[in-house]
């Protein structure tokens, strides 16, 4: 069967479900938006066409989105090729809605959860085979009109016509950097980017029990190793500590025996602290940074200092000029090389041993680094540019074992994982493969 996608139906209109629904808008397609009631729905639109920035390019393409309610016009959905659910991140939640819909959508349609972690084995848990033929995560990244990567997630019994359908759509029409990823917990980005937060919080409270300033550990994993300039506290701040609190529960639920990311999915103890008192980032005024105005009205940035426990000025960090360069910083014999090996390096290692249990290739794997986590370099892009032998040479000099991917480099006798500028790619079997 051949599927093509010219209407769409989005089912919850909060800040994911309006930016879906006005990305589609603007491309010419029919949308219907349903909410709880009407006035949400209205509200909806009304930051769809005037939010900051608007979702819609072009506010006459509004005319193209009709409202309902969720309780009243669910069955309108039989009008449209792509039903995409977009309500809390909730499986129970989902799962109910689903069982309502499929007896009203049209043979043929195409439906997709819009979720950030859950598995989509336990949203489908128990429904019928003729959901579970058509249904798909596509996960696009806020906010949805500018952030590029749309990982795209097929289930068990996922037809291959479905995925098709949602790949050209997304990609060809939409505009999208679609990532293929499997059924795991969190996908590919997340999975790694929140490895890194994650972890970073553990490894950074011994890293300033050597020394290191909070805003010294953000330089460092910052320009340094090619991430945004937020660095580490920075970035939680902007995705807040209760964004952070739920994806480490879901992460304890849903990672595999055995790995690694088991040890990192609870806060160290002054971050829990933050966390209970609701100090959880901009959000909520500030969470590691905050801004403050003094006595004349000028502004100034503090940081909340996790050793004293007390607000105090932001000092300013410069680093040294061998220390820019991600290939001298993570090997140089300093507190900040032994944290940023520590950090990043581990970070790497994690995402080399991830193949193929959350995508069978390590193109999938960069490309969602870089276009959802904006880093300069995906994992095994960065790996390159440190030189693969130089890592496994110091991994079995520190008794750690050798990731899965790092280890068919070796066996495979290459000094990369990509070549010819970029043009092939090694394979888990070991062989060059063209990047698409």
Partial sequence: MT?????????G????GAGIAGICAQMGCRVLLLDIDMPTAEASLDRIINGRPPALDDADKASLITLGTLADDLEKIADYDWICEAIVEDADTKRALFERLEPLRRPGSVVSTNTSGIPLREICEGLPESLRRDIGVTHFFNPVKVMRLMELVPGTDTTPDVIDAFAAFLGDRMGKGVVHAKDTV??????IGCFLMLS?????SGARAEGLSQETIDALMSKPVGLPPTGLYGLIDLIGLDVMYLVGRNLAA???DGDTGHAFTAFPPMEQQMWERKQLGRKTGGGFYRMVKDAEGNRAREVFDLDSGDWRAQATVALDDSQMSAGSL?????VQGRFVWDLMGGTLCYAADLVPQISDDVVNIDRAMRWGFAWQKGPFELLDE???ARVIARLKAEGKPVPAMLQVLEQAGADSFYRAEGSEYLGRDGAWHPVV
């Fill in 3 to 11: 599927r093509e996608i010219n209407s769409v139906a989005v089912l």
């Fill in 13 to 16: 209109g909060g800040t994911m």
């Fill in 186 to 191: 969190n996908f590919i980005g997340n999975r």
């Fill in 200 to 204: 970073g919080l553990h490894k950074a």
């Fill in 254 to 256: 849903n990672l595999p």
């Fill in 330 to 334: 993570m090997f140089e014999d300093s």
């Fill in 386 to 388: 440190l030189g693969p």
